[in-house]
């Protein structure tokens, strides 16, 4: 590795100043939140993104859907930069555009598709978002999803009435939010397997659910279980478990604390020194709050689950060949939404920036 690097970095984001910003997502390894103009969860840095008419170039140190959603909501002579192409999210690429048309095809087939209403996880394609828009529903993120589903079984006759959400395209986040803040029950939630014909479920199935979630879950969150939830309050009395609503039901219903990146660093801030802290989500963010907090004691939910790979895909080489290049005039690795779907995408990302709170 280049010993200069950090030096090449500081000088090319001197040279490209107030032409670019630095978006960078909390689960970014700390070589490059150094060189962050903000930091923070994927809602937050939509709407940094979009608040920035003035950068001509968004550095989005993230994951792809990320990047694709600054594109939306910024303008057409803004370029958005994603330092390497590899960072996808293996969330969003569970649901591909054309299984969701086909399962809302069923939907149409067993005559509940006009009582039922999208609501797409931030972590999915702009075509999945575009989706979304085109059948009226709304983007919602992890720090959104109670306020975005309740919006949107207002839509369709209310909470208590007989509409239905199909939740895109993590399962976790649309059971935990329906479930724990909605007060559904676990059986009004069915799972909607694109791989299975019907999606897996009878035609009843279906009209019986309330939610109808997408067999999608995070990579990462997903292994997080009740035993590390057992085994961390048994290694350490007293301890608050707080996890990211991307874990299983199981887990989330464990845990003392639920909420988003911004949620959980937020509690962090606001608790006791001396208090003991167990977080389950990705592990750049949980190091970088120990760090921030030494008064407080700080475990990792589970010490064999890993760093988010895709995330950590933009490292500091990669965020300065970006920056390099666009100082010598190259643009590089430039993500651009397609004119139609960009259009509805923001239809439905408007519809979120626009929900009370
Ligand atoms: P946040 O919405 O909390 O930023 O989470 C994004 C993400 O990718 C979680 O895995
Ligand atoms: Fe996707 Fe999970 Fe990584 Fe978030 S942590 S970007 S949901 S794979």
Redesign the pocket.
């Known amino acids: 590795s280049d010993p200069n690097l950090v030096e090449r970095a500081r000088a090319a984001r001197a040279a490209l100043g107030s032409r670019a910003f630095v978006l960078g997502?909390?689960?970014q390894r700390d070589e490059v939140i150094d060189f962050a103009d903000v930091t923070?969860?994927?809602?937050?840095?939509a709407r940094e993104a979009a608040a920035r008419p003035e950068a001509e170039f968004i550095l989005f140190c993230?994951?792809h859907f990320?990047a694709e959603s600054a594109d939306i909501l910024t303008s057409d002579q803004q370029q958005v930069v994603l330092p390497d192409l590899a960072a996808g999210?293996s969330?969003a690429d569970m649901a591909a555009i054309g299984q969701v048309e086909e399962a809302w095809a069923v939907l149409q087939d067993v005559g509940i598709a006009d009582s039922t209403i999208p609501v797409t996880y931030?972590?999915s394609s702009a075509a999945i978002k575009a989706f979304t828009g085109r059948h009226d529903g709304t983007v919602c993120?992890?720090?959104n999803a109670e306020v975005a589903l309740r919006w949107a079984f207002d839509q369709v006759g209310g909470v208590d009435g007989t509409g239905k959400v199909l939740f895109l395209p993590d399962q976790h986040l649309g059971r935990n939010t329906a479930v724990l803040a909605l007060g559904m029950s676990l059986e009004e939630c069915v799972v909607f397997d694109p791989r299975k014909p019907n999606g897996g479920l009878t035609d009843q199935e279906l009209r019986d659910a309330r939610m109808i979630l997408w067999r999608g879950h995070?990579s990462?969150?997903g292994r997080f279980s009740v035993q590390n939830v057992t085994d961390i309050r048994a290694a350490v009395p007293g301890v608050n478990v707080m996890v990211?609503p991307?874990c299983k039901n199981e887990v989330v219903t464990a845990a003392d604390y639920v909420?988003?990146?911004?949620?959980?660093i937020k509690q962090l801030e606001a608790a006791e020194p001396g208090s003991s802290w167990a977080i389950g989500?990705?592990l750049n963010l949980v190091r970088r709050v120990a760090k921030a907090h030494p008064d407080k004691n700080v475990h990792y939910l589970d010490s064999t689950v890993c760093f988010?790979s895709t995330?950590n895909r933009i490292d500091l080489p990669h965020l300065v060949w970006a920056m390099e290049s666009l100082v010598e005039g190259r643009m590089v690795n430039r993500i651009v939404v397609d004119a139609d779907d960009a259009h509805w995408a923001r239809v439905a990302l408007d519809q979120m920036l626009a929900l009370p709170g």
């Open positions: 997502h909390h689960y923070g969860d994927s809602f937050k840095l993230g994951v990320m999210c969330m931030m972590n993120t992890s720090s995070c990462v969150h990211h991307e909420g988003s990146t911004e949620y959980i989500t990705e988010c995330m």
